[in-house]
């Protein structure tokens, strides 16, 4: 049923868009999706374990950045930083019915946002349902330039993130309208809906901050109570263990949170699985294929809530945007090489789902080799192409793959210089202490 639901969400979508499909964006079979079997732990080799005291590290730290909102008692980020997202109000963008979006329409989300009272809430709070983190308070969109390549839908600038239920929150105060609550997150800053929320008293947060937590190894896992179905949460949600089942927050007619046990359920794992190929193969089955969805569009994910999400189930922590999770590491700058090198040295120092690769705006995990090819796991809109009069395209893959550096170089308006391999600018070794 949920799936259905979010099929009829996207087929609703497409067929807003459908009357402005741009010329420049197609579909071709890329040949790599016909050539690489689509298992990405087929072409791993020296394969390499980590420790039980790395492990235990990696628990630490993933306990301390998901909790840390509860810790806090302003917001870290200033109110510059907080109020960036006012840039859009002074460029050309487009709204969801493609028309341009007025002065005067960001004149009044601006006043509605409320900042004149940021960090004077100052609550702490946690989702119970999942939700999703706006730039602005509401659900309008916010495109640029729907004709141009790689723009329009998927592309809602207004979206920060998705984000999960029971996921710790700083609320630092209210829009006026009271609907909206600006938060801070392990995830991201931002509006979430009100009604998405619920505030947090001590004794909940010790009874829920209790060090014993279990996570979502699939997607579309249905939880219930007493046998009665509750919600359906993706993979890498996060649930306290508890007695006689699990830990979800759920909340009374004041907001106010209070604790639901919910029943035992087999695709809850204790966090921190086991990194071995077994574990890995299991999570990436779960992930390969999966609709690309920026920021969490429809509940999809995008390329670095992708790694994100992989990770978590390990206890793992990465942060959300790809630039960030460049840095989840030790990050090596191969910007200043050429193509021919960056590929030699990825070969010679990438460590088989230990390592990040990253461009701008793009992230990718590192799974093996075929014939001699860098393979990389990751969640791609398509490729960008570029036709003899220099017009920008896009052939769009559009979901989860396993795919070489070049993919897509055999389509007639390929162009080398926005290949893959010739942006790439650092690879990272997550897994370095």
Not at 18 to 42: A, F, M, R, W
Not at 131 to 157: C, L, M, N
Not at 373 to 392: A, C, Q, R, S, Y
Request: hydrophobic residues 35%; charged residues 25%; proline residues 3%.
């Amino acid at each position: 049923m949920y799936k259905l639901f979010k099929l009829l969400n996207l087929m609703i979508i497409i067929t807003i868009f459908s009357g402005c499909v741009k010329e420049n964006t197609y579909k071709h079979p890329i040949k790599d999706l016909e050539d690489i079997k689509q298992k990405p732990t087929l072409y791993t080799k020296n394969f390499k374990k980590i420790s039980y005291k790395s492990k235990n590290e990696f628990i630490k730290e993933y306990k301390k950045y998901y909790f840390y909102p509860w810790h806090i008692n302003r917001f870290s980020v200033s109110y510059k930083n907080a109020t960036w997202g006012n840039m859009y109000s002074k460029m050309d963008v487009y709204s969801e019915n493609l028309t341009p979006i007025s002065k005067n329409w960001f004149k009044s989300i601006i006043d509605e946002s409320n900042f004149k009272k940021f960090n004077t809430l100052r609550k702490k709070a946690i989702t119970i349902n999942s939700s999703h983190i706006r730039v602005f308070p509401t659900v309008s969109k916010i495109f640029y330039d729907p004709k141009k390549a790689g723009e329009g839908f998927p592309f809602d600038y207004n979206e920060n993130s998705s984000i999960k239920i029971n996921t710790p929150l700083f609320v630092s105060h209210l829009s006026k309208n009271k609907l909206w609550a600006y938060i801070e997150s392990s995830v991201a800053i931002g509006w979430i809906k009100v009604s998405d929320i619920a505030y947090v008293n001590k004794k909940f947060r010790k009874t829920f901050e209790n060090n014993n937590y279990y996570i979502s190894i699939k997607d579309d896992t249905n939880i219930y109570k007493n046998g009665y179905l509750l919600k359906s949460v993706s993979l890498g949600t996060l649930f306290p263990k508890a007695k006689k089942g699990f830990i979800i927050a759920s909340k009374d007619y004041k907001n106010n949170a209070f604790i639901r046990v919910i029943d035992r359920n087999r695709n809850l794992k204790k966090l921190g699985l086991d990194f071995n190929l077994e574990n890995i193969t299991k999570i990436s089955n779960e992930l390969i294929g999966e609709r690309y969805g920026w920021g969490g569009l429809l509940e999809n994910r995008d390329c670095s809530l992708m790694t994100k999400d992989f990770y978590a189930p390990f206890g793992i922590f990465l942060n959300r945007n790809s630039g960030m999770q460049k840095n989840n590491g030790h990050s090596i700058d191969i910007s200043k090489m050429d193509d021919i090198q960056k590929k030699e040295f990825i070969l010679n120092n990438a460590v088989p789902f230990q390592t990040l690769i990253y461009l701008p705006g793009h992230i990718m995990i590192y799974v093996g080799v075929k014939e001699n090819e860098p393979l990389v796991f990751h969640n791609v809109w398509g490729v960008k192409t570029i036709d003899k009069n220099g017009k920008e395209g896009r052939s769009v893959i559009g979901k989860a793959v396993v795919t070489t550096l070049s993919f897509g170089k055999e389509l007639e308006n390929y162009s080398q210089e926005y290949s893959l391999l010739s942006r790439i600018e650092a690879i990272t070794m997550i897994t370095s202490i």
